[in-house]
T-cell receptor
Framework: GQQLNQSPQSMFIQEGEDVSMNCTSS?????WLWYKQDPGEGPVLLIA?????ELTSNGRLTAQFGITRKDSFLNISASIPSDVGIYFC???????????FGKGTRLSVIA | NAGVTQTPKFQVLKTGQSMTLQCAQD?????MSWYRQDPGMGLRLIHY???????DQGEVPNGYNVSRSTTEDFPLRLLSAAPSQTSVYFC?????????FGPGTRLTVL
Protein backbone atom coordinates (compact mmCIF):
# COMPACT_ATOMS: atom_id res chain seq x y z
CA GLY A 1 0.00 0.00 0.00
CA GLN A 2 0.95 3.61 -0.37
CA GLN A 3 3.10 5.09 2.36
CA LEU A 4 4.44 8.51 3.00
CA ASN A 5 8.20 9.06 3.01
CA GLN A 6 9.01 10.35 6.44
CA SER A 7 12.47 11.54 7.45
CA PRO A 8 14.63 11.29 9.32
CA GLN A 9 13.98 7.79 10.64
CA SER A 10 15.52 8.68 14.00
CA MET A 11 17.13 11.66 15.70
CA PHE A 12 19.28 12.15 18.77
CA ILE A 13 19.36 15.74 19.97
CA GLN A 14 20.46 17.74 22.98
CA GLU A 15 17.83 19.22 25.25
CA GLY A 16 17.09 22.77 24.15
CA GLU A 17 17.79 22.15 20.46
CA ASP A 18 15.22 22.67 17.72
CA VAL A 19 13.99 19.68 15.70
CA SER A 20 12.67 19.41 12.18
CA MET A 21 11.12 16.41 10.42
CA ASN A 22 9.18 16.09 7.21
CA CYS A 23 6.97 13.92 5.06
CA THR A 24 6.74 13.75 1.30
CA SER A 25 4.45 11.97 -1.10
CA SER A 26 4.12 11.42 -4.82
CA UNK A 27 0.39 12.17 -4.63
CA UNK A 28 -1.67 15.08 -3.39
CA UNK A 29 -3.30 15.06 0.03
CA UNK A 30 -6.19 17.21 1.23
CA UNK A 31 -5.28 16.90 4.90
CA TRP A 32 -2.02 16.42 6.77
CA LEU A 33 -1.90 15.25 10.37
CA TRP A 34 0.94 14.90 12.85
CA TYR A 35 0.80 12.41 15.71
CA LYS A 36 3.06 11.62 18.65
CA GLN A 37 3.33 8.21 20.25
CA ASP A 38 4.76 7.81 23.73
CA PRO A 39 6.22 4.41 24.67
CA GLY A 40 3.45 1.89 25.40
CA GLU A 41 0.69 4.27 24.32
CA GLY A 42 -1.44 4.92 21.27
CA PRO A 43 -0.67 7.82 18.91
CA VAL A 44 -2.04 11.20 19.97
CA LEU A 45 -2.97 13.91 17.48
CA LEU A 46 -0.73 16.98 17.70
CA ILE A 47 -1.65 19.14 14.72
CA ALA A 48 -4.09 18.92 11.81
CA UNK A 49 -3.59 20.90 8.58
CA UNK A 50 -6.39 21.42 6.06
CA UNK A 51 -5.18 23.95 3.52
CA UNK A 52 -2.14 24.17 1.24
CA UNK A 53 0.34 26.64 2.69
CA GLU A 54 -1.27 26.54 6.12
CA LEU A 55 1.11 27.06 9.04
CA THR A 56 -0.22 25.98 12.44
CA SER A 57 1.32 26.05 15.91
CA ASN A 58 0.58 24.10 19.06
CA GLY A 59 2.83 25.37 21.84
CA ARG A 60 6.43 24.64 20.82
CA LEU A 61 5.25 22.67 17.78
CA THR A 62 4.78 24.19 14.34
CA ALA A 63 3.62 22.32 11.26
CA GLN A 64 3.08 23.39 7.67
CA PHE A 65 1.02 22.01 4.82
CA GLY A 66 3.22 22.22 1.74
CA ILE A 67 2.09 24.45 -1.09
CA THR A 68 2.21 21.56 -3.57
CA ARG A 69 0.02 19.50 -1.18
CA LYS A 70 2.60 16.71 -1.44
CA ASP A 71 4.59 17.45 1.69
CA SER A 72 4.46 18.65 5.26
CA PHE A 73 6.97 19.41 8.00
CA LEU A 74 6.90 19.50 11.77
CA ASN A 75 9.23 21.65 13.86
CA ILE A 76 9.75 21.38 17.60
CA SER A 77 11.49 24.31 19.26
CA ALA A 78 13.59 24.15 22.43
CA SER A 79 13.20 20.41 22.91
CA ILE A 80 12.66 18.95 26.38
CA PRO A 81 12.96 15.36 27.65
CA SER A 82 9.20 14.72 27.41
CA ASP A 83 9.39 15.29 23.63
CA VAL A 84 10.87 11.78 23.39
CA GLY A 85 8.70 9.45 21.33
CA ILE A 86 7.77 8.51 17.79
CA TYR A 87 6.28 11.19 15.55
CA PHE A 88 4.06 10.09 12.67
CA CYS A 89 2.81 12.08 9.75
CA UNK A 90 -0.44 11.03 8.09
CA UNK A 91 -2.22 12.18 4.98
CA UNK A 92 -5.80 12.00 3.88
CA UNK A 93 -6.89 12.05 0.25
CA UNK A 94 -10.61 12.63 0.49
CA UNK A 95 -13.96 11.44 1.80
CA UNK A 96 -13.89 8.17 3.72
CA UNK A 97 -10.61 6.92 2.30
CA UNK A 98 -8.21 5.64 4.97
CA UNK A 99 -5.41 7.73 6.38
CA UNK A 100 -1.97 7.00 4.94
CA PHE A 101 0.83 6.97 7.54
CA GLY A 102 4.54 7.58 7.40
CA LYS A 103 6.82 5.09 9.15
CA GLY A 104 7.63 7.51 11.93
CA THR A 105 10.55 9.53 13.27
CA ARG A 106 11.94 8.28 16.58
CA LEU A 107 13.12 11.24 18.65
CA SER A 108 15.55 10.90 21.54
CA VAL A 109 16.44 13.89 23.70
CA ILE A 110 19.67 13.88 25.65
CA ALA A 111 19.54 15.95 28.81
CA ASN B 1 -16.06 10.56 27.37
CA ALA B 2 -13.84 7.49 27.59
CA GLY B 3 -12.81 7.98 23.94
CA VAL B 4 -11.54 4.81 22.27
CA THR B 5 -11.14 1.81 24.57
CA GLN B 6 -9.44 -1.49 23.79
CA THR B 7 -9.38 -4.79 25.65
CA PRO B 8 -7.38 -6.71 26.57
CA LYS B 9 -4.21 -4.68 27.05
CA PHE B 10 -1.98 -7.76 26.80
CA GLN B 11 -2.62 -11.24 25.42
CA VAL B 12 -0.54 -14.36 24.83
CA LEU B 13 -1.89 -17.01 22.46
CA LYS B 14 -0.68 -20.32 21.18
CA THR B 15 -0.48 -20.93 17.45
CA GLY B 16 -3.90 -21.94 16.14
CA GLN B 17 -5.93 -20.37 18.94
CA SER B 18 -8.63 -17.87 18.18
CA MET B 19 -9.48 -14.66 19.94
CA THR B 20 -11.28 -11.35 19.57
CA LEU B 21 -9.73 -7.98 20.26
CA GLN B 22 -12.38 -5.57 21.46
CA CYS B 23 -12.67 -1.92 20.49
CA ALA B 24 -15.34 0.54 21.54
CA GLN B 25 -15.82 4.28 21.19
CA ASP B 26 -18.35 6.60 22.83
CA UNK B 27 -17.95 9.58 20.49
CA UNK B 28 -20.59 8.44 17.97
CA UNK B 29 -17.94 8.27 15.26
CA UNK B 30 -18.92 6.59 12.01
CA UNK B 31 -15.40 5.70 10.90
CA MET B 32 -13.41 3.06 12.78
CA SER B 33 -10.25 1.20 11.86
CA TRP B 34 -7.71 -1.35 13.04
CA TYR B 35 -3.95 -1.04 12.65
CA ARG B 36 -1.03 -3.19 13.57
CA GLN B 37 2.32 -1.73 14.54
CA ASP B 38 5.56 -3.64 14.09
CA PRO B 39 9.11 -2.31 14.64
CA GLY B 40 10.25 -0.24 11.68
CA MET B 41 6.96 -0.74 9.81
CA GLY B 42 4.90 2.12 11.17
CA LEU B 43 1.13 1.69 11.35
CA ARG B 44 -0.42 -0.67 8.82
CA LEU B 45 -4.15 -0.70 8.21
CA ILE B 46 -5.86 -4.07 8.67
CA HIS B 47 -9.58 -3.33 8.22
CA TYR B 48 -11.79 -0.30 8.42
CA UNK B 49 -15.46 0.58 8.59
CA UNK B 50 -17.25 3.72 7.42
CA UNK B 51 -20.38 2.91 9.40
CA UNK B 52 -22.44 0.16 11.00
CA UNK B 53 -22.84 -2.78 8.66
CA UNK B 54 -20.01 -1.69 6.34
CA UNK B 55 -16.44 -2.97 6.47
CA ASP B 56 -13.54 -2.97 4.04
CA GLN B 57 -10.03 -4.37 3.82
CA GLY B 58 -6.92 -2.36 4.45
CA GLU B 59 -3.31 -3.05 3.56
CA VAL B 60 -2.81 -6.26 5.59
CA PRO B 61 -6.22 -7.99 6.05
CA ASN B 62 -5.20 -11.65 5.76
CA GLY B 63 -5.82 -13.67 8.92
CA TYR B 64 -8.22 -11.12 10.40
CA ASN B 65 -12.00 -10.72 10.34
CA VAL B 66 -14.11 -7.77 11.42
CA SER B 67 -17.77 -6.91 11.77
CA ARG B 68 -19.59 -3.68 12.64
CA SER B 69 -23.03 -4.39 14.04
CA THR B 70 -23.18 -1.15 16.05
CA THR B 71 -21.66 2.33 15.71
CA GLU B 72 -19.84 1.90 19.03
CA ASP B 73 -18.08 -1.44 18.60
CA PHE B 74 -15.59 -2.77 16.07
CA PRO B 75 -14.11 -6.13 17.15
CA LEU B 76 -11.14 -7.71 15.41
CA ARG B 77 -11.08 -11.51 15.20
CA LEU B 78 -8.11 -13.80 14.75
CA LEU B 79 -9.53 -17.17 13.72
CA SER B 80 -6.29 -19.15 13.87
CA ALA B 81 -3.42 -17.17 15.36
CA ALA B 82 0.04 -17.37 13.82
CA PRO B 83 3.40 -16.14 15.17
CA SER B 84 3.46 -13.56 12.35
CA GLN B 85 0.49 -11.90 14.05
CA THR B 86 2.59 -11.01 17.09
CA SER B 87 2.25 -7.24 17.14
CA VAL B 88 0.69 -4.25 18.84
CA TYR B 89 -2.83 -3.58 17.63
CA PHE B 90 -4.46 -0.17 17.64
CA CYS B 91 -8.07 0.73 17.07
CA UNK B 92 -9.01 4.24 15.95
CA UNK B 93 -12.16 6.21 15.24
CA UNK B 94 -12.99 9.50 13.57
CA UNK B 95 -15.92 11.70 12.63
CA UNK B 96 -13.97 13.79 10.13
CA UNK B 97 -10.33 13.86 9.15
CA UNK B 98 -8.84 13.50 12.64
CA UNK B 99 -8.45 9.95 13.92
CA UNK B 100 -8.31 9.17 17.63
CA PHE B 101 -6.47 6.07 18.77
CA GLY B 102 -7.03 3.63 21.58
CA PRO B 103 -4.26 2.57 23.97
CA GLY B 104 -3.45 -0.63 22.07
CA THR B 105 -3.41 -4.39 22.63
CA ARG B 106 -0.03 -6.11 22.78
CA LEU B 107 -0.44 -9.62 21.34
CA THR B 108 2.14 -12.39 21.43
CA VAL B 109 1.56 -15.63 19.52
CA LEU B 110 3.81 -18.50 20.55
Amino acid sequence: GQQLNQSPQSMFIQEGEDVSMNCTSSSIFNTWLWYKQDPGEGPVLLIALYKAGELTSNGRLTAQFGITRKDSFLNISASIPSDVGIYFCAGHHSGNTPLVFGKGTRLSVIA
Amino acid sequence: NAGVTQTPKFQVLKTGQSMTLQCAQDMNHEYMSWYRQDPGMGLRLIHYSVGAGITDQGEVPNGYNVSRSTTEDFPLRLLSAAPSQTSVYFCASSAGQEQFFGPGTRLTVL
